[in-house]
């Protein structure tokens, strides 16, 4: 639906799920889908919520408020890592996965 990048940050809004059961969800990610950090990921149905939570990750990015969080990160051209973006859904921050925030 939505996808907006300005140098290393992207920020993705989908519908995920059908009709009946689906939600918007917000993906912020630091880096490339494939080789990145999701920094910030949330979901809701209520347009308002979503529009609300856009503007404040697109605040905080001006005031560069995730230039040192570490969030849920990937790297599929690594055979070692063992999390990547196909399960990124079923992911929820962690107080471990987030530092200095």
């Known amino acids: 639906m939505l996808l907006v990048q300005n140098g290393e940050y992207i920020l993705d809004l ?14 912020f990610i630091k880096g490339h889908w494939l ?11 209520n347009q308002q919520e979503i529009k609300h939570r856009i503007e404040d990750i697109m605040n905080s990015f001006e005031l560069n408020d995730f230039a040192d969080i570490q969030g849920y990160c990937v ?15 079923q992911y929820e921050p962690r107080l471990e996965d987030l530092k200095n925030r």
């Open 35 to 45: 080789t990145g950090c999701l920094l910030e990921k949330f979901r809701s149905r």
């Open 14 to 27: 989908g519908w995920y799920g059908d009709k009946a059961e689906g939600s918007f969800c917000i993906h």
């Open 75 to 89: 790297n599929d051209n690594d055979p070692n890592c063992l999390r990547d973006f196909s399960f990124v859904d």
